[in-house]
């Protein structure tokens, strides 16, 4: 399985963005009178925000405020993102897979902007196959959309993922492929193994470390 694709999800695995995400999502529902405490919204990370503002302040703030909330994220978030940066290891990491030869797409549901942004800060476009947008899916993550639009842009079934939350785990689960996952995302060991990740490592140079072998897991 040398020949192995890999996925590479990047809020949260490749740059550190979930606490900046998770105050803006704060922020854009105080804007609309809905108080949720700042956990809640982290501990539903990696959703995207079609799934997350339901799953978060219920049925009938979706139904409600669901678009706004959506805009008002985006811009808040988009205010702040020159504060973001790159997790130690992720170039790094990109470019082990491309001297390996292994084929990477970075999956992101993200406007293009905020990806433009992300791939600017790693220098990433001359080191992966490809990546996605929001363009390229219909639901986000736990939905396998995403997932299965970056195995499209891979061109092979035989991948794996590099997530850092649950919802990753579960968004590759539905789409059949196993999920390699970090730490950097503030999920617990516990509970990404709870979600079915194959394995979890500390941190970007700790998978680095043992790249080959966990890129090899099966489901």
């Given at each position: 399985?040398?020949?192995?694709?890999?996925?590479?999800?990047?809020?949260?695995?490749?740059?550190?963005?979930?606490?900046?995400?998770?105050?803006a999502?704060?922020?854009?529902?105080?804007?609309?009178?809905?108080?949720?405490?700042?956990?809640?919204?982290?501990?539903?990370?990696?959703?995207?925000?079609?799934?997350?503002?339901?799953?978060v302040?219920?049925?009938?703030?979706?139904r409600?405020f669901?678009?706004?909330?959506?805009?008002?994220?985006?811009?808040?978030?988009?205010?702040?993102?020159?504060?973001?940066s790159?997790?130690d290891?992720?170039?790094?990491?990109?470019?082990?897979?491309?001297?390996?030869?292994r084929?990477a797409?970075?999956a992101?549901?993200?406007?293009?902007?905020?990806?433009d942004?992300y791939?600017?800060?790693?220098?990433?476009?001359?080191?992966?196959?490809g990546?996605?947008?929001?363009?390229d899916?219909?639901?986000?993550k736990?939905?396998?959309?995403?997932?299965l639009?970056?195995?499209?842009?891979?061109?092979?079934?035989?991948?794996?993922?590099?997530?850092?939350?649950?919802?990753?785990?579960?968004?590759?689960?539905?789409?059949?492929?196993?999920?390699?996952?970090?730490l950097?995302?503030?999920?617990?060991?516990?509970?990404?193994?709870?979600?079915?990740?194959?394995?979890?490592?500390?941190s970007?140079?700790?998978?680095?470390?043992?790249?080959?072998?966990?890129?090899?897991?099966?489901?």
């Amino acid at each position: 399985m040398l020949d192995r694709g890999v996925i590479l999800d990047v809020d949260g695995t490749l740059v550190d963005t979930n606490y900046q995400h998770a105050l803006a999502w704060y922020m854009a529902f105080r804007e609309h009178e809905v108080t949720v405490p700042i956990w809640r919204v982290h501990r539903h990370l990696g959703m995207g925000g079609d799934q997350l503002v339901e799953a978060v302040a219920g049925a009938e703030v979706e139904r409600e405020f669901g678009d706004e909330l959506r805009d008002a994220h985006d811009v808040l978030y988009l205010a702040s993102i020159q504060t973001i940066s790159a997790f130690d290891g992720a170039r790094g990491l990109l470019e082990d897979l491309k001297s390996a030869g292994r084929q990477a797409v970075i999956a992101s549901s993200a406007g293009e902007r905020e990806l433009d942004h992300y791939l600017d800060l790693l220098d990433a476009r001359g080191l992966v196959q490809g990546w996605t947008t929001a363009a390229d899916v219909e639901q986000t993550k736990p939905e396998p959309d995403l997932v299965l639009a970056a195995l499209n842009k891979l061109g092979t079934e035989d991948a794996v993922m590099v997530g850092d939350t649950p919802w990753d785990v579960e968004a590759a689960r539905r789409a059949g492929i196993a999920t390699v996952a970090v730490l950097t995302g503030g999920f617990s060991s516990a509970e990404l193994i709870e979600a079915g990740a194959a394995a979890v490592y500390e941190s970007l140079p700790a998978l680095r470390n043992e790249l080959e072998a966990a890129l090899e897991i099966d489901a």
